[in-house]
């Protein structure tokens, strides 16, 4: 039996699993040590839930092509791959939520980010109370996932990216930092609106080309034009404006939303959950397709073509292909 | 890959794979990334053709802050912006607002500025 995605804001039950599950996962030890998954310092057991922060830290280095400069296409972002990788993540999270809970019927809620953006993107928004995801500041003071030094059993940061140069990963142990809505170009003032998602996926190529020309374009990157980089948010090119929709809501978050280990902020699922709702949404009004096909040459485009696995625990049988129609493992309860 | 057969991913082996141990055992395998230190200055290389003419540009940003080299991974596209790893959902149209931006969410990596 799928499961049904909510916004959280309409379904209490949701937000409060989701709550109790991160903590669930926050204080479950997996059977790995800081030492087995590459990661400098004393041998410490690394929990289930920061094994998310690790994959994603990893993945971020990881290029496309093998070989290649993951600064420029990795096997999670800056090309088609971004929406698909991101889908398999989020499948991964809610089976851990799902058990850590006992409850096989939890599906993970979505904040739908461009509603608050179109009230003027208020920094004490429902989802920032703290009966929801709390606030910001460094730490983050209030709802569940504050910091209570004296408290052993309070949200933790424990890995974190060592430095500006983000290709490698340390252990800390400090509090969640938020900084919303800074200036430019330390953040962003405003959130995406509605009408943003609504041009991204009104995009429509020029006429005459293929029509999954709509989802992405050679060279397949962070410059492409198609659907994918309007929503991962790297077009349109404009220095007036240089970040928009999935990039944009990151950096308005600000804080432990800005580097590779983005996922140590519990915000980072509901917000790719919107990311993943808003792909459903296209997916279903222009048909399950993707781009590239297996006839883009191997030897720049190997990582992210249909038919290549996706760099994840499932290996080969988990492609951009295999997450095009995910109706049997969960749906969302409206596409916009 | 025979477009007949059903290639959707299968429920049973998510589950399965995002077991802890599964997941865990995955992240183990991968390759161990240097430790302590990160890569040198990288290469962007632009191409583009004009009027039968083949461009090339290719840059490497060379930066130090209080005197020592800052590999931050700069990288510029296409149309001039830049990105970098220490950010990765950043966009920056100036290589000294990125590296602003750097100090400011790596403060004790900085340490204490003049
Ligand atoms: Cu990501």
New binding site residues.
């Given amino acids: 039996m799928p499961v049904v995605r909510r916004n959280i804001l309409t379904d209490a039950v949701a937000r409060d699993d989701y709550v109790r599950g991160v903590g669930l996962l926050k204080q479950g030890n997996s059977p790995y040590t800081t030492t087995q998954l590459g990661i400098p310092g004393p041998a410490a057991p690394v929990r289930t839930y920061d094994l998310f922060v690790v994959w ?1 830290g990893r993945t ?1 280095m990881t290029p496309i092509p093998p070989g290649g400069n993951p600064q420029v296409r990795n096997a ?2 800056r090309g088609p791959i971004f929406l698909p990788w ?1 889908r398999v993540m989020l499948g991964f999270l809610e089976q851990n939520l799902q058990r850590v809970l006992n409850k096989p019927g939890f599906a993970l809620p979505y904040w739908d980010w461009s509603a608050d953006g179109d009230l003027g993107s208020p920094t004490n928004a429902q989802i920032f109370t703290p009966a929801y995801l709390g606030g910001d500041g460094d730490p983050v003071s209030d709802g569940p996932f504050a910091f209570h030094a004296a408290d052993p059993a309070t949200f933790t940061v424990r890995i974190e990216a060592a430095g500006p140069g983000g290709m490698t990963l340390r252990q800390t142990s400090r509090g969640l930092r938020r900084a919303f809505a800074q200036p430019p170009p330390f953040g962003w003032l405003t959130l995406p609106t509605g009408a943003e998602v609504k041009d991204a996926l009104a995009f429509t190529p020029p006429a005459g080309g293929n029509p999954v020309d709509r989802y992405d374009t050679l060279a397949f990157d962070a410059s492409s034009e198609g659907f994918r980089d309007r929503l991962e948010g790297w077009i349109p090119k404009d220095p007036a404006r240089p970040v928009h929709l999935h990039n944009q809501v990151h950096v308005w978050i600000g804080g432990d939303m800005g580097p590779s280990t ?1 996922p140590n902020d519990p915000v980072f699922y509901l917000h ?1 959950c919107n990311v993943d709702r808003i792909w459903e949404g296209w997916l279903n009004r222009y048909g399950r397709i993707y781009a590239p096909d297996m006839t883009a040459p191997a030897g720049t485009y190997k990582g992210e073509r249909i038919d290549d696995p996706i760099a994840s625990p499932l290996g080969a049988s988990a492609t951009p292909r295999s997450v095009l129609d995910v109706s049997a493992i969960y749906t969302y309860d409206v596409l916009p | 890959m025979d477009p007949t057969s059903n290639p959707t991913i299968d429920p049973t082996k998510l589950k399965a794979a995002a077991e802890p141990g599964a997941f865990g055992g995955y992240l183990a395998a991968l390759p161990h990334p240097p430790m302590g230190h990160d890569h040198g200055p990288m290469k962007s290389v632009r191409t583009a053709e004009y009027q039968g003419h083949r461009i090339s540009i290719t840059t490497t940003y060379e930066i130090t802050v209080d005197g020592k080299p800052l590999m931050a991974g700069l990288d510029v596209d296409d149309s001039g912006m830049l990105s970098c790893h220490g950010l990765p959902a950043y966009q920056f149209v100036s290589a000294v607002d990125a590296v602003r931006v750097l100090i400011h969410n790596y403060p004790d990596y900085f340490g204490g500025g003049g």
């Fill in positions: 994603h971020m999670a972002h991101h983005s790719h």
